[in-house]
């Protein structure tokens, strides 16, 4: 008989609070039904392999002395399982057969990955199942946050991870790792606009860093605080209201920072919006993946949808995951 470790978790998309977390405001984030799968299974080989569907189809073999892989195989595309490994402090005489599975974060039409979290959410799961082969009781969601922060190499709020293994509408701030649940405001529709455009996240960071805090961060951090105060308040109004003052703010902040926050057409979409008595942002770190429009009612939302999408955006089927991160254990013959 032989016992499988099986974890999943949300993807996520940040309502509010990107860049402006990193500088002490708290980031509204909501998990969402995309989730992240993996698996490990113990084997009788003197090596470890691991595959993952829609990314490296091809199982790739390695073996880990003293914290260092040593791969048999390409492992080039796995730095990722290597800083959760490392994190998790586990050590395995015997192999491990892992499987990470993404595909449900893939662009079906275009095969691009659609930017809701997959990085994160994968970090979740694949800690969630790696600590459960651990000596002692170790905390995989701090497990998470340290392989995901050296997989990005020391950038990053936090914010996803926490979200993902939280699940449903979250209060993020930053300092102390902390996740306090929300609930949705009543009347308030949220809908989710994917470019057609990757982005990377990571390369904005760098950016960010390297050409140093300008003037409108501190603009950008009180109106992230009033944005959370407002659903923390559980108006649809009082959300809608201080979404207009934050988009500015973000605006002026991404001009400032060089960033590219409202490229790839996002842009264009807010101001349409803002026209039509709606709220359009970029989620994240902007510059293309996925965009949310907001508003109070749900006639308005779809109207505006099908008359406004530019060239390349499409709306995504995204609902919110109240569930955050499971593990199964699962027994075969």
Not at 110 to 125: D, E, F, M, P, Y
Not at 160 to 173: C, F, K, M, N, Q
Not at 283 to 310: H, Y
Request: net charge negative; aromatic share 6%.
């Amino acid at each position: 008989m032989t016992e499988q470790s099986i974890a999943s978790a949300p993807g996520k998309v940040v309502l509010s609070g990107a860049y402006a977390v990193l500088s002490g405001a708290p980031a509204i984030c909501m998990a969402v039904d995309r989730r992240a799968v993996a698996s490990v299974e113990e084997t009788g080989d003197d090596h470890h392999v691991v595959v993952a569907p829609g990314h490296i189809e091809e199982p790739q073999r390695f073996r880990v002395r003293d914290g260092v892989f040593a791969w048999l195989d390409s492992g080039s595309d796995f730095g990722l399982l290597e800083q959760v490994w490392r994190a998790s402090n586990i050590s395995r005489e015997g192999g491990l057969s892992l499987r990470l599975d993404t595909t449900a974060f893939f662009d079906a039409e275009q095969g691009g990955k659609i930017g809701i979290g997959s990085s994160a959410a994968l970090t979740v799961a694949l800690a969630s199942v790696l600590t459960g082969l651990a000596p002692g009781r170790v905390d995989p969601v701090a497990v998470a946050h340290e392989g995901h922060l050296g997989f990005q190499g020391g950038l990053g709020s936090g914010v996803d991870i926490a979200t993902s293994a939280a699940g449903g509408l979250v209060e993020y701030r930053m300092q102390e790792r902390a996740a306090s649940k929300l609930t949705m405001p009543a009347g308030l529709e949220c809908r989710f606009l994917w470019s057609g455009a990757p982005a990377s996240t990571g390369k904005k960071l760098q950016h960010l860093s390297s050409r140093g805090p300008q003037p409108s961060l501190d603009a950008l951090v009180v109106s992230a605080k009033r944005v959370a105060s407002a659903w923390e308040s559980g108006s649809a109004e009082a959300v809608l209201s201080e979404y207009r003052e934050y988009i500015e703010a973000l605006q002026q902040f991404s001009t400032d920072h060089d960033l590219g926050v409202f490229d790839a057409g996002h842009s264009e979409l807010a101001a349409m919006a803002a026209h039509a008595g709606l709220v359009y942002k970029p989620c994240g770190a902007g510059g293309g993946d996925v965009g949310v429009l907001l508003a109070d009612n749900a006639e308005r939302a779809d109207e505006f949808i099908a008359a406004n999408l530019p060239g390349g955006f499409r709306e995504l089927d995204l609902q919110v995951d109240e569930i955050g991160a499971q593990r199964t254990e699962v027994s075969s013959e």
